[in-house]
């Protein structure tokens, strides 16, 4: 498993876990999906690596 990978599963598993709270875990899920997304291309840019 890649270090790029486990910053999204936890982004869904913490936003399945908001979600919840709110009674709406499949948003929560998405949402932590495309946060985990966005964490990962802005801490694991090709250009940033030298």
Known sequence: MK???????????IGAGIGLLFDNA????????????LFKTLL???TNKE
């Open 3 to 13: 270090k790029e990978d486990i910053i999204i599963y936890a982004c869904v598993i």
């Open 26 to 37: 499949i948003p929560g899920v998405l949402i932590g999906l495309g946060i985990g997304y």
């Open 44 to 46: 694991f840019n090709k």
